[in-house]
């Protein structure tokens, strides 16, 4: 039993003894965290230290050359009123001068942004003019494309002969509406040969009561054939004279 008891009684202060090991092992370590962070806060007092010197220093320097700055203005403020006074002249006559410039600077500044409207304006009227210009262009290639087109049914419709692909030039227009004018003249000449024989042999005496009153009535007689000839050749007359005034414009 004793012997229990001597081994329990050890057991407790090994325990203990770990214990108390374990405590002055963070002790120990909480002072070294100490020393390394005294450590730094020295190293940091030096470099602040070795700063204050060196600004010590400059400072000290800058003071000295303060005081030689006082000492030089003291001996150049020893001017005579006259001195001071033609000095300040010839300040105010260079402030003036300056002020002259600022205000031709001014100017040129104002006639710049005027000349810079003045030109927006004008770059916009341009465009204007230019958007206006391309569509009259589109429009005068859509009616020289019409044009064309009339030209080709009007020589396809009545046989007229070959033509050159479209578009055509101004130089082919005027040789294909001189070959239509002398083509309306033709029909013009056969149109008027037909009506004067039409008259000819185309007369007869009207029936109903002009007949009964003994009276002599007349009237013309024109074939349908003779009639949509007429009709085709008025249809050509009329177009090509406006194609033509169209051309000549």
């Not at 290639?141 to 030039?169: A, Y």
């Not at 005027?174 to 309306?184: D, E, G, V, Y």
Request: charged content about 35%; proline content about 1%; aromatic content about 4%.
């Amino acid at each position: 039993m004793e012997l229990r008891e001597s081994i329990a009684q050890d057991q407790e202060r090994t325990e203990t003894l770990k214990s108390q090991m374990e405590e002055l092992e963070r002790n120990i370590q909480n002072v070294d965290t100490k020393i390394h962070h005294t450590e730094a806060t020295l190293k940091d007092l030096r470099k602040l230290q070795d700063q204050i010197a060196t600004k010590t220093a400059e400072r000290s320097t800058l003071f000295k050359e303060q005081q030689k700055q006082y000492a030089a203005l003291s001996e150049e403020n020893e001017d005579t009123d006259e001195e001071l006074k033609e000095w300040k002249a010839k300040f105010e006559e260079k402030i003036a001068l300056l002020e002259s410039r600022i205000s031709k600077l001014e100017r040129e500044m104002n006639d710049t942004e005027t000349k810079g409207s003045f030109l927006k304006q004008t770059i916009n009227e341009s465009i204007w003019e230019i958007s206006k210009l391309q569509t009259e262009a589109e429009a005068h290639i859509s009616m020289k494309n019409e044009r064309d087109l009339t030209i080709q049914k009007l020589f396809e419709r009545h046989n007229l002969g070959s033509f050159p692909n479209c578009p055509f030039s101004n130089e082919v227009v005027l040789n294909l509406t001189n070959r239509l004018k002398s083509r309306l003249m033709d029909l013009d000449k056969d149109l008027q040969d037909k009506k004067i024989a039409e008259v000819d042999s185309g007369l007869e005496l009207t029936d109903g009561s002009e007949r009964s009153r003994g009276g002599k009535g007349w009237k013309r007689i024109i074939p349908r054939e003779s009639e949509s000839r007429m009709y085709g050749a008025s249809q050509l007359t009329a177009t090509a004279r406006k194609h033509a005034s169209e051309r000549a414009r």
